[in-house]
Structures are given as structure tokens and as C-alpha cells.
């Protein structure tokens, strides 16, 4: 079964700070990959997302990921935070053609300090 | 509707009590999905429909649970005889075609079995 690694359940940083959130899955085959955000009190939102091409995707609020295939890995970066990106980030993947659930790994809470 | 609405938003029941949890999709989007997010966790897939049709219900923990869509818009999440490892919040999400094309997710129901 597939399964997202999220290697950091806790980060904080400092204002202005570079951001990288890891995120490895275990699939080997073609997959689709997410990076959703829940700020407090608010429901799960789309940060950006990969179907193909270009393995840079840029999403909303300044947020990028890089898919390398070879690594099985999907990282969040950004490179400086506001206080405002204080949330909880989830990856998640989906199998092309392979059904439609999409599995989350068990999120990173970032605590972005003044 | 604008966005995935959820109700009730919290739901307190006593062990053994049945509830059901109602979640209105977006107008047209054909596929609609289930989740549950214990604290600390990830969201676990729990169950998909393609309109009224059901089509995975591998992530169901239990005969407890049961989901149904019959005219292919509202979706009911019922459970059974609550149990206390029932307490997560119970997130509903819906696209406009399979899992890749993403999710729009509600605010969630948060279940507490006491």
C-alpha cells in the first residue's frame, strides 16, 4: 500500500526564515502529488499541486515544491515565511489510474515566531 | 453552494449512540469523498462515491459505519453504536471529476464519543 512520510512534525521559525517541509512516499509507480495547509480553526486548502511536467511547482502564496522521481520525494519550500503561514502542512499523493483516494502523511505543524 | 458544508460542526454523543453527519458538496461535482482525522494524524480515507454509486469503501473501519449519496449530491455518514476510538473530526470533500483533479474539503465535523 502507498504510504507519505512526513519527516517533520514540529517546526518553528522565525519571520523572514527559509522554509523546507519534506515529504517522501513509498510508491514507485505514476503518481499525482498535493501539499494542502489548514490554518487554525479553517478546513484543509490546496497549496499547489503536481500532474506532470515541469517537477518545480509554484502554488499560492509564494509556496514551491520540487518532485524528483528518482528520490520519491515532493518537498515544500518557500523562502521567507510570514507569521501569517503559521498552519499545519499536509502531502498527500494519489495513484494515476489507480483509484481516486488521496493518502496524507501525518502533517507538519509550523509555528512562524515575530 | 460556494464551498463543501458540513453539519453539525461538532457533535458530542454518549457510547453506544447512533449519529449521522451530513455533508452538501459543491453543485455538479460529481465525486465525493470521506475522511477521518484523529488528533495528531493525517486525514484516513474512509469511503468514495461517483455520484450515487459507492465505489470504495475500503477505508471503513467497521460494519458500524455506513455512507450513502442516493440522489448524488448530499452524502450521510452514519455510525453506529459509537464507540470512543470513533472520536476524530469527519472531513467531506468533493471534485469535479476523480481524485486528481483535487479536493475541495469542508470545515469538518468534530465527533466526540464520551
Known amino acids: 500500500a502507498q504510504s507519505v512520510s512526513q519527516h517533520n512534525h514540529h517546526v518553528i521559525l522565525s519571520e523572514a526564515a527559509s522554509l523546507e517541509l519534506g515529504c517522501n512516499y513509498s510508491?514507485?509507480?505514476?503518481?499525482?502529488l498535493f501539499w494542502y495547509v489548514q490554518y487554525p480553526g479553517q478546513h484543509l486548502q490546496l497549496l499547489l499541486k503536481?500532474?506532470?511536467?515541469?517537477?518545480l511547482v509554484k502554488g499560492i502564496k509564494g509556496f514551491e515544491a520540487e518532485f524528483i522521481k528518482s528520490k520519491f520525494s515532493f518537498n515544500l519550500r518557500k523562502p521567507s515565511v510570514q507569521w501569517s503561514d503559521t498552519a499545519e502542512y499536509f502531502c498527500?499523493?494519489?495513484?494515476?489510474?489507480?483509484?481516486?483516494?488521496?493518502?496524507f502523511g501525518t502533517g507538519t505543524q509550523l509555528k512562524v515566531e515575530l | 453552494g460556494a464551498g463543501v458544508s458540513q453539519s453539525p460542526r461538532y457533535k458530542v454523543a454518549k457510547r453506544g449512540q447512533d449519529v449521522a453527519l451530513r455533508c452538501d458538496p459543491i453543485?455538479?461535482?460529481?465525486?465525493l469523498f470521506w475522511y477521518q482525522q484523529a488528533l495528531g494524524q493525517g486525514p484516513e480515507f474512509l469511503t468514495y462515491?461517483?455520484?450515487?454509486?459507492?465505489?470504495?469503501k475500503s477505508g471503513l473501519p467497521s460494519d458500524r459505519f455506513f455512507a450513502e449519496r442516493p440522489e448524488g449530491s448530499v452524502s450521510t455518514l452514519k455510525i453506529q453504536r459509537t464507540q470512543q476510538e470513533d472520536s476524530a473530526v469527519y472531513l467531506c470533500?468533493?471534485?469535479?471529476?476523480?481524485?486528481?483533479?483535487?479536493?475541495?474539503f469542508g470545515s469538518g465535523t468534530r465527533l466526540t464519543v464520551v
Open positions: 470533500a468533493s471534485s469535479p471529476g476523480g481524485g486528481n483533479y483535487g479536493y475541495t
Open positions: 510508491y514507485g509507480g505514476t503518481v499525482n
Open positions: 498527500a499523493v494519489v495513484l494515476t489510474g489507480g483509484g481516486n483516494k488521496l493518502t
Open positions: 503536481y500532474f506532470s511536467g515541469d517537477p
Open positions: 453543485s455538479g461535482h460529481v465525486s
Open positions: 462515491f461517483q455520484n450515487e454509486a459507492q465505489l470504495d
